[in-house]
Nanobody
Framework: QVQLVESGGGLVQAGGSLRLSCVASGRTFSGYAMGWFRQAPGKEREFVAGISWSGGGIVYGDSVKGRFTISRDGAKTTVYLQMNSLKPSDTAVYYC????????????????WGQGTQVTVSS
């Protein structure tokens, strides 16, 4: 079993920055791509960013390209999401995800989800 625990959410003004972290634990955690999705009230869960197990493959959702940066630590058990130039439209619950694959493919193929962390951007 794998557990994902997020941290770093909060309230920030438009134009500000936040950094999310997600720590994975479990004795079989190897070979998992990781990443982030988000869900705003009344909307579907949306892909934000993904990173491969090696860290060499990175993909971003169109709405965050150029503003968000995903990275992974050397132990490959922690993934970060640096969010800059935040907009009110970025307000959502952000979920960490892990999938035993080369890269995250979508919500239906995710193997493990974190509990979510709220990000609120005020105008």
């Amino acid at each position: 079993q794998v557990q994902l625990v997020e941290s770093g959410g909060g309230l920030v003004q438009a134009g500000g920055s936040l950094r999310l972290s997600c720590v994975a634990s479990g004795r079989t955690f190897s070979g998992y791509a990781m990443g982030w999705f988000r869900q705003a009230p009344g909307k579907e869960r949306e892909f934000v960013a993904g990173i491969s197990w090696s860290g060499g493959g990175i993909v971003y959702g169109d709405s965050v390209k150029g503003r968000f940066t995903i990275s992974r630590d050397g132990a490959k058990t922690t993934v970060y999401l640096q969010m800059n130039s935040l907009k009110p439209s970025d307000t959502a619950v952000y979920y960490c995800a892990a999938e035993k694959n080369l890269i995250l493919r979508g919500t239906s193929t995710v193997d493990y989800w974190g509990q979510g962390t709220q990000v609120t951007v005020s105008s």
